[in-house]
């Protein structure tokens, strides 16, 4: 506390040197070596979309592939640039008439696709192990990953619902499960 009872800036929020100080240090110290890539098929949402750079943006992604009717950014979706809050434009994205194919595409590349869906023979996140070349997965907001993707996904996670909802929003799982890759 500051003698006139203030909070200092150690028990205040951060703000301009001091959180850019505050980010590099726990960049050094959290970053465990994992590349992801997001992967996102047919998410029409713009503002799951725009979450989905600011997600991408906060663990550092390689790339954000929009797949299928995803939304995309560009001068008539301001809504998803209120969103994105600017990292459309500083995260490589690109997008793919097939999800499917994109991962197949990365898995060429040596990429292992992680489908963000309650299937049959998926795992809660929590237990999964990640490989570090890895593409998450995450699909629409009402019918979720298609079979034909899931197909092309060796490895598939769920969060564990403890509530009366059936899952979470789709940029919620992602960033459950993204900061779970990053810091197992």
């Given at each position: ?65 929009l797949a299928g009717t995803s939304a995309l950014p560009g001068p008539s979706r301001r809504v998803l640039t ?70 092309a996904c060796p490895l598939r996670v769920f969060v564990p619902m403890f509530g009366r909802g059936r899952s979470l929003n789709v940029a ?13």
């Amino acid at each position: 506390m500051m003698p006139d009872g203030q909070p200092g800036r150690e028990d205040g929020p951060l703000r301009g040197t001091d959180l850019k100080r505050f980010h590099r240090e726990a960049r050094r110290e959290y970053s465990g070596g994992s590349e992801i890539t997001i992967v996102c098929e047919n998410v029409q949402d713009p503002v799951n979309v725009g979450t989905v750079f600011r997600i991408g943006d906060a663990v550092h992604v390689r790339e954000i592939v929009l797949a299928g009717t995803s939304a995309l950014p560009g001068p008539s979706r301001r809504v998803l640039t209120a969103a994105a809050r600017g990292k459309e434009d500083v995260i490589p994205w690109r997008h793919a008439p097939e999800a499917a194919a994109a991962l197949r595409e990365l898995a060429a590349g040596g990429v292992t696709a992680c489908a963000l869906e309650i299937a049959g023979n998926a795992v809660a996140y929590h237990e999964a192990a990640y490989p570090r070349r890895l593409a998450l997965v995450v699909g629409n907001e009402e019918y979720g990953v298609t079979r034909r993707t899931l197909a092309a996904c060796p490895l598939r996670v769920f969060v564990p619902m403890f509530g009366r909802g059936r899952s979470l929003n789709v940029a919620v799982s992602l960033a459950v499960v993204a900061y779970r890759v990053l810091l197992p």
